[in-house]
């Protein structure tokens, strides 16, 4: 075994992640190689120095101390504002939708549809250009002119009279 | 209980199941921030934003892994924010490091190491803090923490073999630091 492999599988054997016949072999070459003895005592000092350091205690009532933040940040967080509100945001705009929906049908009249006068003619079964055609079988078509303009004035006037 | 089931009362608003979840996990984030930053005071303050953290983002949280390794996650990076922020531990590129601050910080080590077996385990910390971060990070959850290959690859979001050559070079790096202390330690 070469140094140099013996120095990634050292680091094996210190993780505990080594065969036994690497183990054997790296063994081996620690009793031939001083440089690789001398590498084997620093690793085992530096890990032994790290894995057997003190942890300091935790300081007490850490959840207590916790909760008051947790609750803080929370007020803030929209995830849990649309929680909390989104609850009581559905039922509440949905009545309102039914109020306004209620107070809209009970208190806006409802019209009938409007019918045009040539509608309500043929509803009577009239012929809805029987007044025209009265004015046009006049004579001159100098008259015929004026009579159908005071015919629309009369119409604007809200009096109409269908009959000649 | 199981972390499942305080996990799901927890998304449902119940604190005390996630009261109870921080119980389990307090002692383990903080000697694990607390190995990170070798400040306990702070290694609390910073245990309890990741707590925070994880309390808000629980949502998010797949059961892909552990929770407790999802928790370290958070831990380990939190920690790694914090630490570039505020610039409070030493960061020292190993790249970049130049002879005359190796040698000045060897000498300050040196008569460090001549003292006791707390002044040794400062001086093996101490080096270990002029490592780049990964590789502080990884001998921290490593040779410190005790977590295993799986886990810190899975805190890390790296793949395993990538745990074993970062590992591999962390751990010389430091043992080349130390050499020349060594023999007085």
């Known amino acids: ?164 | 209980m199981e972390d499942r089931e305080l996990i799901e009362k927890s998304r449902e608003g119940d604190e005390e199941a996630f009261g109870m979840l921080v119980k389990k996990y307090e002692k383990k984030v903080f000697n694990l921030i607390c190995s990170l930053t070798r400040n306990p005071d702070l290694a609390d303050d910073l245990a309890q934003d990741v707590f925070i953290k994880a309390y808000l983002a629980l949502n998010k949280f797949q059961h892909r892994s552990e929770f407790g390794t999802w928790l370290y996650r958070i831990a380990v990076n939190h920690t790694k924010d914090f630490l570039r922020k505020k610039s409070s531990m030493p960061h020292v590129s190993f790249d970049t490091i130049e002879q005359t601050t190796i040698l000045q910080e060897d000498e300050t080590l040196k008569r460090e190491a001549e003292q006791s077996e707390e002044q040794r385990r400062q001086t093996v910390f101490k080096a270990l803090e002029t490592l780049p971060e990964k590789h502080r990070m990884i001998i921290n959850l490593r040779d410190v923490q005790g977590f295993p290959y799986e886990e810190i690859a899975r805190i890390l979001s790296v793949r395993p073999g990538t745990v074993d050559s970062r590992l591999h070079r962390a751990r010389k790096l430091l043992r080349k630091k130390l050499e020349p202390l060594l023999a007085s330690l």
């Not at chain 1, 850490?62 to 504002?81: A, D, I, N, T």
């Not at chain 1, 705009?93 to 409007?114: D, N």
């Open chain 1, 1 to 164: 075994m070469k140094c140099k492999q013996a120095d990634r599988y050292l680091l094996r054997v210190f993780d505990g992640k080594s065969s036994q016949t690497d183990k054997q072999d790296i063994e081996n070459h620690l009793i031939s190689c001083s440089s690789c003895r001398k590498k084997e005592r620093e690793y085992r000092l530096i890990f032994e120095t790290l894995r057997g350091a003190p942890t300091p205690d935790i300081k007490p009532y850490f959840w207590q101390r916790l909760q008051p933040r947790l609750r803080e940040r929370k007020k803030f967080e929209p995830w849990f504002v649309w929680k909390r509100w989104s609850l009581r945001a559905v039922p509440l705009s949905l009545l309102t939708v039914a109020i306004v929906t209620s107070l809209i049908w009970v208190f806006v009249p409802r019209r009938s549809p409007e019918l045009s006068q040539t509608e309500v003619l043929l509803l009577r079964n009239l012929n809805p250009l029987q007044e025209n055609q009265a004015i046009l079988e006049q004579d001159s078509a100098e008259n015929q002119g004026m009579m159908l303009i005071f015919t629309s004035l009369d119409e604007q006037g809200g009096k109409r009279s269908y009959f000649p």
